[in-house]
Protein backbone atom coordinates (compact mmCIF):
# COMPACT_ATOMS: atom_id res chain seq x y z
CA UNK A 1 0.00 0.00 0.00
CA UNK A 2 1.21 3.83 -1.11
CA UNK A 3 2.22 6.02 1.71
CA UNK A 4 0.42 9.04 2.42
CA UNK A 5 2.35 12.36 3.16
CA UNK A 6 0.35 15.28 3.62
CA UNK A 7 2.79 18.75 3.04
CA UNK A 8 2.40 21.04 5.67
CA UNK A 9 3.43 23.94 3.38
CA UNK A 10 0.16 23.99 2.47
CA UNK A 11 -1.67 23.47 5.65
CA UNK A 12 -3.26 26.06 7.48
CA UNK A 13 -0.78 27.73 9.84
CA UNK A 14 -3.01 29.67 11.87
CA UNK A 15 -4.93 26.18 12.94
CA UNK A 16 -1.83 23.84 12.12
CA UNK A 17 -2.56 21.54 15.12
CA UNK A 18 -6.08 21.18 14.01
CA UNK A 19 -4.53 20.49 10.31
CA UNK A 20 -2.34 17.69 11.80
CA UNK A 21 -5.14 15.97 14.02
CA UNK A 22 -7.38 16.07 10.82
CA UNK A 23 -4.27 14.52 9.00
CA UNK A 24 -3.74 11.77 11.25
CA UNK A 25 -7.56 11.17 11.26
CA UNK A 26 -7.75 11.26 7.92
CA UNK A 27 -5.11 8.07 7.65
CA UNK A 28 -1.90 10.04 6.29
CA UNK A 29 0.95 7.75 7.48
CA UNK A 30 3.72 10.56 8.17
CA UNK A 31 3.87 13.91 7.94
CA UNK A 32 6.43 15.69 5.07
CA UNK A 33 8.04 19.12 6.51
CA UNK A 34 9.42 21.53 3.90
CA UNK A 35 12.65 23.53 5.28
CA UNK A 36 13.85 25.93 2.82
CA UNK A 37 16.66 28.66 3.53
CA UNK A 38 16.06 31.27 1.24
CA UNK A 39 19.16 30.56 -0.45
CA UNK A 40 19.40 26.49 -2.19
CA UNK A 41 15.42 27.74 -2.78
CA UNK A 42 13.80 30.96 -3.23
CA UNK A 43 11.82 30.74 -0.35
CA UNK A 44 11.92 30.39 3.62
CA UNK A 45 9.59 28.52 5.94
CA UNK A 46 10.30 26.77 9.20
CA UNK A 47 13.32 25.76 11.21
CA UNK A 48 14.23 23.18 14.05
CA UNK A 49 11.35 24.61 16.37
CA UNK A 50 8.44 24.17 14.36
CA UNK A 51 9.80 20.82 13.63
CA UNK A 52 9.56 20.29 17.70
CA UNK A 53 6.18 22.18 18.43
CA UNK A 54 4.95 19.74 15.42
CA UNK A 55 6.68 16.55 17.23
CA UNK A 56 4.15 17.57 20.17
CA UNK A 57 1.24 17.64 18.47
CA UNK A 58 1.04 14.47 16.67
CA UNK A 59 2.26 11.10 16.60
CA UNK A 60 2.93 10.51 13.07
CA UNK A 61 6.22 10.21 11.66
CA UNK A 62 7.82 13.53 10.70
CA UNK A 63 9.04 13.86 7.05
CA UNK A 64 11.70 16.00 7.46
CA UNK A 65 13.08 17.64 3.79
CA UNK A 66 15.90 20.13 4.15
CA UNK A 67 15.92 22.02 0.78
CA UNK A 68 19.24 24.12 2.34
CA UNK A 69 22.52 24.42 1.60
CA UNK A 70 25.25 22.97 3.80
CA UNK A 71 22.48 20.79 5.52
CA UNK A 72 25.08 18.89 7.51
CA UNK A 73 25.41 21.97 9.64
CA UNK A 74 21.60 21.36 10.74
CA UNK A 75 20.99 17.93 11.04
CA UNK A 76 21.30 17.46 14.91
CA UNK A 77 19.18 20.73 15.57
CA UNK A 78 16.98 18.63 13.24
CA UNK A 79 17.27 15.02 15.05
CA UNK A 80 17.14 17.00 18.41
CA UNK A 81 13.41 18.24 17.36
CA UNK A 82 11.95 15.17 16.57
CA UNK A 83 12.45 14.05 12.66
CA UNK A 84 12.34 10.73 11.88
CA UNK A 85 13.35 10.80 8.57
CA UNK A 86 15.61 13.53 6.87
CA UNK A 87 15.96 14.34 3.05
CA UNK A 88 18.81 16.36 1.84
CA UNK A 89 19.27 17.34 -1.46
CA UNK A 90 22.14 15.61 -3.83
CA UNK A 91 22.68 19.50 -5.39
CA UNK A 92 23.10 20.82 -1.86
CA UNK A 93 25.34 19.02 0.05
CA UNK A 94 29.00 18.66 -0.67
CA UNK A 95 29.86 15.47 1.46
CA UNK A 96 26.75 13.54 0.96
CA UNK A 97 27.85 10.26 1.98
CA UNK A 98 29.12 11.60 5.60
CA UNK A 99 26.04 13.51 6.22
CA UNK A 100 24.42 10.15 4.82
CA UNK A 101 25.89 8.24 7.70
CA UNK A 102 25.91 10.58 10.64
CA UNK A 103 22.18 10.21 10.07
CA UNK A 104 22.30 6.04 9.67
CA UNK A 105 24.09 6.08 13.28
CA UNK A 106 21.50 9.22 14.95
CA UNK A 107 18.87 6.05 13.93
CA UNK A 108 17.22 8.72 11.89
CA UNK A 109 16.25 7.10 8.05
CA UNK A 110 17.83 8.95 5.69
CA UNK A 111 16.60 10.34 2.25
CA UNK A 112 17.95 12.45 -0.67
CA UNK A 113 16.38 14.09 -2.84
CA UNK A 114 16.74 14.88 -6.76
CA UNK A 115 15.78 18.21 -8.94
CA UNK A 116 13.90 17.80 -12.09
CA UNK A 117 17.06 18.27 -14.01
CA UNK A 118 19.20 16.00 -11.77
CA UNK A 119 19.94 12.70 -13.45
CA UNK A 120 19.20 9.14 -11.52
CA UNK A 121 22.84 8.23 -12.08
CA UNK A 122 23.77 10.59 -9.64
CA UNK A 123 22.32 8.56 -6.97
CA UNK A 124 24.86 5.47 -7.61
CA UNK A 125 26.66 5.32 -5.11
CA UNK A 126 25.11 6.30 -2.45
CA UNK A 127 21.53 4.57 -2.99
CA UNK A 128 22.48 1.79 -1.26
CA UNK A 129 22.99 3.54 1.85
CA UNK A 130 20.10 5.40 1.82
CA UNK A 131 16.52 4.44 3.47
CA UNK A 132 14.51 6.91 1.21
CA UNK A 133 15.20 8.85 -2.34
CA UNK A 134 12.95 11.74 -3.54
CA UNK A 135 11.80 12.37 -6.84
CA UNK A 136 11.35 16.26 -6.96
CA UNK A 137 8.54 16.33 -9.94
CA UNK A 138 8.69 20.11 -10.08
CA UNK A 139 11.43 23.00 -9.08
CA UNK A 140 11.36 22.82 -5.92
CA UNK A 141 10.24 26.00 -3.63
CA UNK A 142 7.14 26.60 -3.51
CA UNK A 143 3.80 24.54 -3.18
CA UNK A 144 0.82 24.26 -5.72
CA UNK A 145 3.23 23.65 -9.01
CA UNK A 146 2.69 21.85 -11.85
CA UNK A 147 3.50 18.20 -12.04
CA UNK A 148 6.37 17.66 -14.86
CA UNK A 149 4.86 14.74 -16.67
CA UNK A 150 8.47 13.43 -17.81
CA UNK A 151 8.83 13.06 -13.76
CA UNK A 152 7.03 9.34 -14.47
CA UNK A 153 10.20 8.06 -16.46
CA UNK A 154 12.36 8.97 -14.39
CA UNK A 155 10.36 7.58 -11.09
CA UNK A 156 10.06 4.10 -13.62
CA UNK A 157 13.71 3.87 -14.26
CA UNK A 158 14.79 4.50 -10.48
CA UNK A 159 12.60 1.92 -9.40
CA UNK A 160 14.14 -0.87 -12.15
CA UNK A 161 17.52 0.59 -10.60
CA UNK A 162 16.42 -0.17 -7.05
CA UNK A 163 15.15 -3.72 -8.23
CA UNK A 164 18.20 -4.13 -10.22
CA UNK A 165 20.17 -3.63 -7.38
CA UNK A 166 18.06 -5.92 -5.12
CA UNK A 167 17.47 -2.95 -2.60
CA UNK A 168 14.88 -1.64 -0.29
CA UNK A 169 15.05 1.76 -0.84
CA UNK A 170 11.56 3.59 -1.12
CA UNK A 171 11.29 6.34 -3.88
CA UNK A 172 8.82 9.16 -2.68
CA UNK A 173 7.63 11.63 -5.12
CA UNK A 174 7.21 15.35 -3.83
CA UNK A 175 5.86 17.69 -6.14
CA UNK A 176 2.29 18.41 -7.87
CA UNK A 177 0.98 14.82 -6.75
CA UNK A 178 -2.95 14.72 -6.68
CA UNK A 179 -5.93 11.86 -7.44
CA UNK A 180 -5.33 12.54 -10.88
CA UNK A 181 -1.91 11.46 -11.23
CA UNK A 182 -1.29 9.29 -8.22
CA UNK A 183 -2.42 5.64 -9.67
CA UNK A 184 0.25 6.42 -12.34
CA UNK A 185 2.40 7.11 -10.06
CA UNK A 186 2.17 3.80 -8.48
CA UNK A 187 2.78 2.21 -11.29
CA UNK A 188 5.69 3.59 -12.18
CA UNK A 189 7.25 2.65 -8.90
CA UNK A 190 6.24 5.60 -6.11
CA UNK A 191 5.99 3.86 -2.37
CA UNK A 192 5.32 7.38 -1.07
CA UNK A 193 3.08 10.20 -2.37
CA UNK A 194 3.45 13.70 -0.76
CA UNK A 195 0.33 15.81 -1.37
CA UNK A 196 0.68 19.45 -0.29
CA UNK A 197 -1.99 21.59 -2.58
CA UNK A 198 -4.29 18.34 -3.03
CA UNK A 199 -4.75 17.43 0.08
CA UNK A 200 -4.83 20.42 1.92
CA UNK A 201 -7.37 22.24 0.04
CA UNK A 202 -9.63 19.39 -0.62
CA UNK A 203 -13.31 19.40 1.09
CA UNK A 204 -12.37 15.91 2.79
CA UNK A 205 -8.97 14.72 3.67
CA UNK A 206 -10.15 11.13 4.47
CA UNK A 207 -11.66 10.58 0.80
CA UNK A 208 -8.62 12.40 -0.56
CA UNK A 209 -6.41 9.67 0.98
CA UNK A 210 -8.75 7.00 0.02
CA UNK A 211 -9.74 7.99 -3.58
CA UNK A 212 -5.48 7.76 -4.18
CA UNK A 213 -5.28 4.80 -2.60
CA UNK A 214 -8.07 3.23 -4.49
CA UNK A 215 -6.54 3.98 -7.82
Do not use: W
Request: proline share 5%; glycine share 6%.
Amino acid sequence: MVLIAPSILSANFLQLKAELIASQDAGANMLHIDVMDGNFVPNITVGPFVVQQIRRATVLPLDVHLMIESPHRYLMDFIRAGSDTITVHVEADRHLHKTVTLLKETLCKAGVAINPSTPIESLLEILPLIDVVVVMSVNPGFGGQEFIPQSIDKIRRLKKLIDHLALKTVIEVDGGVGPKNAAELIQAGAGILVMGSAFYKSEDYKETIRTVRSG
